[in-house]
């Protein structure tokens, strides 16, 4: 019955999406699903060389290795699979069920649980974390760009954003759950209204979408098909073990220098990849991967190294220390009416610290154990829960990565600290309160049920807000005793502490970093506008410059 209504509902949805204009022009060769130059790592020589070689096929590696092939011979090497072929994860419907799949050593969302309890998760798979999140789409904030200690060009970051927008990002359509939390968030004080709008802008907006009209995602791998083919080699299933450094003779101070990396592919086989002259090696594999592959590679903190028995290249105290992830709280209500499935669509852009978004999922619910009487449905019924959340800005408390083991297969060791710093909560207790504003507002009236006594009221699906929100102790306590992950971490090789500000990892030559881990925040509401834009922006840059000094 329930199933039969939700399924009705979303057709009549379907019909309405095929109005929405897309941003994005088809690509220029075709279904991706065709890239040819993507190969299982076995099919690799045990040793190669090229000018760069890009580590982690993600967010950020995609769109940098697409823009430098134009002009070299690039090898990416990704631990993972491509994502074309599984529903779970080129479809809007399946992005609970990529999440929650029991993790394997090769299922494409590695989940883990940071030292604080809170469980999160990373990608395993060509487009990286872009190929498993929610696919909101938003620029990031002016000040992002004052903050991140590096000079942005900004004509060319505009630029960069663009040439993304244009292979991957697309108009959504609202529907009743996304809509009325637009009017609330407008209700709630959040305003002007922008209508849609990929800026970042103070007020309530509709923003970008990686998931095209008909819910297909378009991930960062899509971005590869921008690639020259006769330039580039993506090999998936090769995992990068540690990058090759060796001393520069040429100087008279001896400096380390990348000069190839080692990757293992499913067989077991070592393999390497070697940098020609002038070449690179640039490390793309997120905020947990590359200060992994630094320390695994002897670039960290001497003692700590010492203690792994890792010998020590160069001593670098910041290498996975400064790690970053914005806490998420909110709520969630079961709708007496059915919902269509919906992702983020919609923000609130408060300048109290918080940002606002929602969510509908269709989730499979079984009855508790604990409950003797009913015996539990053999299948699962389906429910709509719908979501208000906010995230804060930042966030400023600090937190930090150790290894687990010497297997890169290993997921490091992450406390992120949430909270440690009191404006943290204090933003915290301002967006839940918000929330609280938002459920006030009319336009949630509808999601509201009929008691027995006449009145309405939520019937929300775990802890509702503190009764007197005005309370900021009750508020603080919400905030720690609910608090979740929106999957924004970020940090562990920041610009001015492990890279500078050309990405360059200082006191190694022919070594970068280029993705999410060198942010000191997260940047405007959901990071991965930026950090494609940043992949994009670094492989331009490093084109000009090497055709200006004419190699
Ligand atoms: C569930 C979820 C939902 C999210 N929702 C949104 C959203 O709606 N909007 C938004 O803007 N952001 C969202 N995010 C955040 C955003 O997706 C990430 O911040 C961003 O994708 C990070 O990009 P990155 O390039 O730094 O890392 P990644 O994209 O994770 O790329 C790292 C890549 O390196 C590979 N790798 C790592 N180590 C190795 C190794 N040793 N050898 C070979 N390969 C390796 C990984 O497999 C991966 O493909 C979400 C994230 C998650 C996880
Ligand atoms: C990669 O190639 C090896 C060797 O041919 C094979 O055993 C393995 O199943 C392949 N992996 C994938 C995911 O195709
Ligand atoms: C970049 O784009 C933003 C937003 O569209 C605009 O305000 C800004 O002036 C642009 N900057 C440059 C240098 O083109
Ligand atoms: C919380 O909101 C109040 C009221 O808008 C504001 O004055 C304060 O600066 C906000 N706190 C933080 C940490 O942003």
Avoid at 203 to 231: C, M, Q, V, W
């Amino acid at each position: 019955m329930q199933r039969a209504l939700v399924f009705r509902f979303q057709c009549t949805a379907i019909l309405f999406l095929f109005s929405a204009p897309p941003l994005a022009r088809p690509l220029p060769q075709g279904d991706p699903l065709y890239l040819n130059f993507a190969l299982n790592a076995t099919y690799f020589p045990t040793e190669d060389y090229y000018d760069y070689i890009v580590v982690g096929g993600g967010t950020a590696g995609c769109p940098l290795a697409a823009t430098l092939s134009q002009t070299f011979r690039v090898l990416v090497l990704e631990r993972g699979g491509v994502p074309y072929g599984n529903q779970n994860l080129m479809n809007q419907e399946g992005f609970l069920t990529a999440l929650t799949e029991v993790d394997t050593y090769d299922s494409p969302a590695q989940t883990f649980t940071s030292e604080d309890g809170v469980l999160n998760a990373r990608g395993r798979v060509l487009g990286g974390s872009s190929a498993i999140n929610a696919g909101f789409y938003s620029r990031a904030d002016p000040e992002f760009y004052e903050s991140s200690g590096v000079d942005w060009d900004l004509s060319l970051v505009n630029q960069s954003y663009d040439w993304v927008e244009k292979g991957v990002v697309f108009r959504p359509e609202l529907r009743n759950w996304q809509s009325a939390v637009r009017d609330a968030l407008l209700e709630a004080g959040i305003d002007p209204y922008h209508g849609f709008s990929l800026e970042h802008l103070v007020g309530t907006k509709i923003g970008g979408s990686t998931f095209d009209s008909s819910g297909k995602r378009h991930s960062a791998a899509d971005l590869l098909n921008y690639a020259k083919p006769e330039n580039i080699k993506v090999a998936t299933y090769a995992s990068v073990e540690r990058v090759l450094l060796a001393s520069s003779s040429s100087n008279v101070m001896s400096r380390q220098s990348a000069i190839g990396i080692v990757f293992r592919d499913e067989m077991g086989r070592y393999h390497h990849a070697m940098v020609k002259e002038k070449g690179e090696v640039i490390l793309c594999a997120g905020a947990i991967g590359s200060p992994q592959l630094l320390l695994l590679s002897g670039i960290g903190p001497r003692p700590y190294l010492s203690s792994w028995g890792i010998p020590v290249v160069y001593h670098h105290p910041n290498v996975g220390q400064f790690v970053y992830d914005n806490p998420r709280n909110g709520i969630s209500i079961l709708p007496p009416i059915p919902l269509e499935y919906s992702l983020i669509q919609v923000a609130g852009i408060t300048e109290m610290g918080a940002y606002l978004e929602a969510a509908s999922n269709v989730i499979p619910f079984t009855t508790p154990s604990r409950s003797v009487f009913v015996r539990p449905p053999s299948s699962p019924l389906l429910l709509t829960v719908a979501t208000i959340m906010e995230k804060i800005v930042g966030p400023i408390s600090i937190g930090s990565l150790r290894l687990a083991s010497t297997d890169v297969r290993v997921n490091p060791i992450i406390r992120f600290n949430y909270f440690s710093n009191p404006i943290d909560l204090e933003r915290c207790v301002n967006g839940t309160r918000k929330i609280g504003d938002i459920l006030r507002s009319r336009s949630m009236d509808d999601f509201k049920f009929t008691e027995w006594s006449g009145g309405r009221n939520f019937r929300f699906v775990g802890p509702s807000l503190p009764a007197d929100q005005s309370n900021y102790e009750m508020m603080a306590d919400f905030c720690r005793r609910t608090v979740s992950t929106i999957w924004h971490y970020h940090g562990g090789c920041v610009v001015g502490r492990v890279v500078d500000q050309n990405y360059h990892v200082t006191g190694i030559d022919a070594l970068r970093v280029v993705d999410g881990s060198t942010f000191t925040v997260s940047p405007g509401t959901n990071p991965q506008a930026t950090v494609m834009m940043l992949g994009r922006y670094v492989g331009m840059r490093i084109t000009k410059e090497r055709k200006r000094l004419k190699w």
